[in-house]
């Protein structure tokens, strides 16, 4: 057996004991090992994305002894390696761009809890997409449940408690129907493992037993789940939660776990549902509706916003209909399309929620768009990135978001059905739209010459909840401005700007191949 | 005697020792607490945003939120009862609904020499989710600390510390002698017990989840007895740290080893022993006392946290 099999297992165990391990370090020694450990992670999912390319089929791991339907179980192919890969190279992003933030928004004493709590999180993303078994993907959405509270209120200002509390609360509501869903099904199905799930779902479906009671189960579950990744008629606990917190937390929290659970979701409705089953399922046509609703509302939210940070998160909320969307379509092209927008907004948004914090920086830490004007002059690397960043939300080609969506439309042309195929070329055209009409006003609001807001700034409530603890209010011609910071912090941006950028051209020139390998993914899925 | 009795209910009067306490404290601690609400809701809730609604929109939206909550709970129950009415009988015999039930429970104490068969279960042929569960309680324990540990910006308000501080020197002065005399029998017992719980998880009922509880209550009861300046001398942050740390990385370590023997088709080398005796069930007694000191760990970290806002002393 080659010895590469064995590195699912090594990220998710050693991920655990690198969090118990950071308690014992300080801070900033946390912060490098966690640095060198994501790297590390990073080298042995891409040997396990080569070697299951490589061999064109995925295989099961055994944890312990006990065989499949006994023992617990993780397995690899190339979908769940790809995602892995993406999750842990935007995590050391958002870590080391987001530490200049970190030793400002964190006490000194919790610093190493902090990141306790990324590694922990890491553990839990790594199990979320290795699992086999729908049981240890519950418990580990409870890791991750806990530690995103906990990289929220970390922050300790009253907005974050706040925003926590209520992500906390409707979190829990989500776990709580998730659980109660894998419980009816192992009641139904005697089984927790994915794979003999299916098949005894499969065996009812061919006796042609009533369906209802595991239709009903799973809608359940899809609730629960959607609940977590912020659906559209769940997704007011985002701007709170996304634009409050310390910008490693706000990246990882909108890029990596909601896209965890979508993640999960996906998984249960491929492996444990099996595809064919799933696409006669009304749910289908009921994430697809919500999806789109979602696209449609979370922007026209989003315009409504005149904080940077609301408005990045509620964008958030019609890119998760985007994924949702593509589920709903159905099809190989459709699921494909929809991880392949999983990759493409992950990319994007983290950039995203690292790139607004430099440009209040320089606005005297303000997020309102009236004292962001002129920030693009101030911050000249921090606007060029956002304007990058728009480029791919918009979806102007070359870009991400571009890839994603024309993937959208070639799956909806491909779905054989003339009602989704209208549906989603009306959603794709409204949203772009939409998205288009409030990254426009981001943009020219930030390349806007003049002081803007900075003049007229009256430090009110707002503000000092804004305001960064520890930082002077600016006033008059004091405003920090780009060119004092320190090169290694400038050092610790431009990298992640650099990786992140790279990897959304990339994922936009050259969409066909990961679009590719997500399908073959897709072959050896089940 | 009336009067008396009344300023007792009121808390203004220890009728024991019959000392009044001092009125002006109190009031101080009145004008506190106004100014801590002003200042909680001057921070949470009177900001742009939050979305604070009054008046009559307040009332419309209230209806509609009801009529929601209990159209979806209706919604849920109905739900809930008709997969309940449709699901497999309990007890007839259905091949693949018992496929995994049975192998537990017919080969589950010659396959882990462990007579109680939840914890063979739970520690061996379904060790990962337990690797994860106990880590479930490890990330509440560092959530606790980050939201109550007393750092530059969280302290606690003057109002909270006026309490904590009183109660703390009143108990140093006034130890209560029924719960003293209690404590001195009962703790000793109830930390016997906790032992003998976790160290019989592969025969009898219990195991380390239950035994570290039963522990940390110990601990708790303890510190209600004899104040937290006893425990403080023992029990630190630093050795709770430790404690903490040993035993998870142990339990990774232990556990990565058997996953990767297990999975790789190698003998682990770990001897079963006899089902019954102590020393039996593999791995299972070890895991046990180490899921046993991270359970008592966190159980008392939480109460000395919510408490006074840290773990052994400062």
Redo the contacts between chains.
């Keep these: 057996m080659d010895i590469i099999r064995n590195f699912p297992l090594f990220t998710i165990v050693l991920s655990l004991f690198s969090g118990v391990l950071c308690t014992m370090l300080k801070g900033k020694t946390a912060k490098n090992y966690t640095l060198i450990y994501e790297g590390v992670l990073i080298v042995l999912t891409a040997c396990v994305l080569f070697y299951t390319v490589g061999n064109g089929s995925s295989f099961t791991y055994t944890m312990g002894e006990f065989p499949a339907p006994w023992g617990n179980e993780i397995r690899a192919g190339v979908l769940e390696a790809l995602t892995a890969l993406f999750f842990l190279v935007i995590l050391f992003c958002s870590v080391m761009a987001g530490w200049k933030f970190l030793i400002i928004d964190i006490d000194e004493s919790k610093i190493n809890l902090y990141f306790t709590l990324i590694n922990l999180m890491t553990a839990a993303l790594m199990a979320l997409v290795w699992t086999n078994d729908i049981f240890t993907g519950y418990v580990f959405v409870e890791i991750m449940t806990l530690t995103s509270c906990g990289i929220m209120i970390v922050r300790e200002i009253g907005r974050t408690t706040l925003a926590a509390v209520r992500y906390m609360i409707l979190n829990l509501l989500g776990s709580g129907l998730f659980l109660l869903g894998i419980v009816l099904l192992y009641d139904i199905t005697g089984h927790l493992l994915m794979v003999p799930m299916r098949e005894t779902i499969a065996g009812f479906a061919a006796e042609g037993t009533d369906m209802t009671s595991i239709m009903l189960s799973l809608g359940i579950l899809t609730i629960g789940l959607s609940i977590k990744s912020g659906l559209f008629p769940f997704h007011f606990w985002m701007p709170d939660t996304y634009g409050w917190s310390t910008p490693t937390s706000g990246s990882i929290l909108s890029s990596l776990v909601s896209k965890a659970y979508i993640f999960l979701l996906f998984k249960i409705y491929y492996r444990v549902i099996g595809p064919s089953v799933f696409e006669a399922l009304p749910i289908r046509k009921i994430i697809f509706v919500l999806g789109i609703l979602g696209m449609v509302f979370g922007s026209v939210s989003a315009m409504r916003q005149k904080n940077i940070n609301r408005m990045v998160a509620f964008s958030s909320a019609a890119q998760i209909g985007y994924i949702y969307m593509g589920l709903g379509i159905g099809g190989i092209d459709g699921y494909a399309a929809a991880m392949f927008q999983i990759f493409a907004h992950s990319v994007t948004k983290s950039l995203l929620f690292l790139t607004t914090p430099r440009l209040s920086e320089v606005s005297g830490h303000s997020l309102l768009f009236r004292n962001l004007q002129g920030s693009g002059y101030r911050a000249k690397d921090a606007g060029l990135v956002f304007l990058l960043c728009s480029f791919s939300m918009v979806g102007i080609p070359i870009f991400a978001g571009f890839s994603a969506k024309l993937n959208f439309a070639t799956a909806a042309a491909g779905a054989g059905s003339y009602r989704i195929l209208f549906f989603t070329m009306i959603a794709l055209a409204v949203s772009s739209v939409l998205n288009a009409l409030y990254f426009i006003r981001t943009c020219i609001r930030i390349y806007t010459s003049g002081r803007g807001g900075a003049d007229i700034y009256a430090p009110g409530l707002y503000e000092e909840a804004n305001a960064r603890p520890g930082s002077d209010l600016p006033s008059g011609e004091t405003t920090v401005s780009g060119s004092e910071e320190p090169l290694f912090s400038r050092l610790d941006y431009w990298i992640p700007a650099a990786i992140l950028t790279g990897l959304n051209l990339y994922l936009g020139l050259f969409s066909w191949q990961t679009v590719g390998l997500i399908e073959k993914g897709l072959a050896m899925f089940p | 005697m009336t009067e008396k009795f009344r300023k007792w209910l009121d808390g203004d009067i220890d009728v024991m020792e019959n000392i009044t306490e001092t009125t002006l404290q109190h009031d101080a601690s009145r004008e506190e607490i106004k100014r801590q609400e002003k200042r909680?809701r001057?921070?949470?809730w009177?900001?742009?945003?939050?979305g604070r609604i009054v008046g009559a929109e307040r009332r419309t939206a209230l209806i509609i939120y009801r009529v929601i909550a209990i159209i979806s709970c209706v919604l849920?129950i109905g739900?809930?009862l008709?997969?309940v009415g449709?699901?497999?009988l309990y007890g007839v015999e259905?091949p693949?609904?018992?496929?995994?039930?049975k192998?537990?429970v017919e080969d589950g104490l010659r396959?882990t020499g462990a007579v109680n068969i939840v914890a063979g279960m739970i520690l061996?042929?379904?060790?990962?989710?337990t690797?994860?569960?106990s880590?479930?309680l490890?990330?509440?324990l560092?959530?606790v600390?980050?939201?109550l540990?007393k750092?530059?910006?969280?302290m606690r308000s003057a109002y909270e510390d006026y309490f904590t501080v009183e109660q703390d020197t009143y108990f140093r002065t006034h130890q209560d002698m029924i719960i003293r005399k209690i404590g001195f029998f009962l703790v000793p017992c109830i930390f016997i017990y906790g032992i003998y719980i976790l160290l019989n998880g592969q025969i009898s009922p219990g195991g380390g989840f239950s035994g570290g509880a039963v522990l940390g209550a110990g601990m708790i009861i303890f510190t209600s007895a004899y104040g937290f300046d006893k425990v403080d001398k023992f029990f630190t942050l630093k050795l709770s740290?430790y404690v903490?740390?040993a035993a998870?990385?142990f339990y990774?370590?232990a556990?990565?080893y058997?996953?990767?023997?297990?999975?790789?088709?190698l003998e682990?080398h770990i001897p079963k022993g006899t089902p019954g005796a102590i020393l039996s069930g593999g791995m299972i007694l070890p895991l046990d006392i180490a899921v046993g000191l991270v359970v008592a760990c966190t159980m008392y970290g939480f109460y000395s946290l919510f408490r006074r806002g840290s773990i052994g002393g400062n």
């Design positions: 909680l001057e921070t949470i009177e900001l742009p945003g939050t849920l739900t809930l008709y997969i449709h699901l497999p259905n693949r609904a018992t496929e995994v039930t192998r537990y396959e061996d042929y379904r060790a990962f989710d690797l994860g569960e880590h479930v490890f990330t509440a560092i959530c600390m980050i939201l540990r750092d530059s910006k969280n740290g903490t740390f998870l990385s990774s370590f556990k990565g058997v996953f990767i023997m297990g999975a790789n088709g682990n």
